[in-house]
């Protein structure tokens, strides 16, 4: 079974930044989009940032100039650097990646178990 291991969360001051960091327990070969979503709880979870595999971005607007995705294809790892954040921006982060099987014919995707973030005075 494929693992996800999220890194870099914890407790920062506002206007501090911290660095996200999501690889699989194992090497795969065929990953296609990466991508950090968020959820505060009574919340419904959100797409935040988004990565292609040739290196294609997107951002929700709350985060777009602040926070940047980027992704390491030779070790499978995507990152979420987070500046300038908000008390808003507190919350749980999770790390999603799809994966091609059978040559294309199945696309999977993989969760990551999430990470807190609290930004607090």
């Known amino acids: 079974q494929v693992r996800l291991v999220e890194s870099g969360g914890g407790s920062v001051q506002p206007g501090g930044s911290l660095r996200l960091s999501c690889a699989p327990s194992?090497?795969?070969?065929?990953?296609?989009?990466m991508a950090w979503y968020r959820q505060a709880p009574g919340s419904e979870r959100e797409l935040i940032a988004s990565?292609?595999?040739?290196?294609?971005?997107m951002y929700a607007d709350s985060v777009k100039g602040r926070f940047a995705i980027s992704r390491d294809n030779a070790h499978n790892t995507v990152y979420l650097q987070m500046d300038s954040l908000k008390p808003e921006d507190t919350n749980v982060y999770y790390c999603?990646?799809?994966?091609?099987?059978?040559?294309?014919?199945?696309?999977?995707?993989?969760w990551g178990p999430g990470t807190q973030v609290i930004v607090s005075s």
């Open positions: 999603k990646i799809e994966v091609s099987l059978n040559n294309g014919g199945t696309i999977v995707h993989y």
């Open positions: 990565i292609e595999a040739r290196g294609r971005t």
């Open positions: 194992k090497i795969i070969s065929s990953i296609y989009t």
